[in-house]
């Protein structure tokens, strides 16, 4: 029995990346795009203003169930969640949901992987080395700041054994400005939709949007000058 005890330990995060896989085989991307939220925009501020809370909780079960398959559209459903829901609403929503997946995946993880990140390579090695010296802030700035991808701090956090205590409260802080900002662009589309502006490059001007882009320009800067600063200080680089 003793053999197939790695094997038990690793079949949650199997069927994590089963279901991942055959969400994609189906054609379950093909939802999840600009074009299709376009296509269903009437439909779907229609199907929320009838559901209520029930499509709240439709949101957050289907961002935590992405994010816990590690499907690449967190931005999208955070935008389209400011879209549907407002910025506040949108930005808790997209939040618990967020934080619910991640946790997901650390648990997957933290239950076949542990002790291995420093087997995983030099990213993961430095990574869990990160991790042990401060656990709650090393995850908090791996959040403010996207020096990795979501799904690869999510993994090694679990593979390096951090408590679920601090893993839930540094991603669900951690997370807060970049999601927010994705809801104000959201909530500033569905702000210029109403109003019946024509489609041209004018609405990038529009504060409801020129205000989010802004906030993620300064948020794709926010790696390079994280980096420079370290740099300053001596320290090597986190993503080498």
Same mark, same amino acid.
């Given at each position: 029995? #003793?053999?197939?005890?790695?094997?038990?330990?690793?079949?949650?995060?199997?069927? /994590?990346? /089963?279901?991942?896989?055959?969400?994609?085989?189906?054609?379950?991307? *093909?939802?999840?795009?600009?074009?299709? /939220?376009?296509?269903?925009?009437?439909?779907?501020?229609?199907?929320?203003? *009838?559901?209520?809370?029930?499509?709240?909780?439709?949101? =957050?079960? =289907?961002?935590?169930?992405?994010?816990?398959?590690?499907?690449?559209?967190?931005?999208?459903?955070?935008?389209?969640?400011?879209?549907?829901?407002?910025?506040?609403?949108?930005?808790?929503?997209?939040?618990?949901?967020?934080?619910?997946?991640?946790?997901?995946?650390?648990?997957? !993880?933290?239950?076949?992987?542990?002790?291995?990140?420093?087997?995983?390579?030099?990213? #993961?090695?430095?990574?869990?080395?990160?991790?042990?010296?401060?656990?709650?802030?090393?995850?908090?700035? &791996?959040?403010?700041?996207?020096?990795?991808?979501? @799904?690869?701090?999510?993994?090694?956090?679990?593979? #390096?054994?951090?408590?679920?205590?601090?893993?839930?409260?540094?991603?669900?802080?951690?997370?807060?400005?970049?999601?927010?900002?994705?809801?104000?662009?959201?909530?500033?589309?569905?702000?210029? =939709?109403?109003?019946?502006?024509?489609?041209?490059? !004018?609405?990038?001007? *529009?504060?409801?949007?020129?205000?989010?882009?802004?906030? /993620?320009? !300064? &948020?794709?800067?926010?790696?390079?000058?994280?980096?420079? @600063?370290?740099?300053?200080?001596?320290?090597?680089?986190? #993503?080498?």
């Amino acid at each position: 029995m #003793a053999p197939r005890e790695p094997l038990r330990r690793l079949l949650p995060l199997a069927m /994590l990346a /089963l279901s991942g896989a055959l969400f994609v085989a189906l054609g379950g991307g *093909h939802y999840l795009s600009f074009a299709a /939220l376009a296509a269903n925009r009437e439909w779907l501020v229609a199907a929320v203003a *009838h559901a209520g809370t029930t499509a709240a909780i439709a949101f =957050i079960l =289907i961002y935590a169930g992405l994010v816990a398959l590690s499907f690449p559209a967190a931005e999208l459903l955070t935008i389209v969640g400011g879209f549907l829901f407002g910025r506040w609403l949108g930005t808790a929503y997209a939040v618990i949901g967020a934080t619910i997946g991640a946790t997901l995946v650390f648990l997957a !993880a933290r239950a076949g992987l542990a002790g291995l990140a420093t087997r995983a390579g030099p990213w #993961a090695a430095r990574l869990a080395a990160g991790f042990r010296r401060n656990s709650f802030n090393y995850l908090l700035v &791996l959040r403010l700041i996207p020096l990795f991808p979501f @799904w690869i701090v999510n993994l090694v956090a679990g593979a #390096a054994g951090l408590p679920l205590r601090i893993y839930v409260v540094a991603t669900l802080i951690g997370i807060l400005p970049a999601t927010f900002i994705y809801t104000s662009l959201g909530d500033g589309l569905g702000a210029v =939709i109403q109003e019946g502006r024509p489609p041209d490059f !004018a609405l990038l001007l *529009h504060p409801n949007l020129l205000l989010p882009i802004l906030a /993620l320009a !300064a &948020l794709a800067l926010l790696p390079l000058l994280y980096q420079r @600063w370290r740099a300053r200080r001596g320290q090597p680089a986190e #993503a080498e």
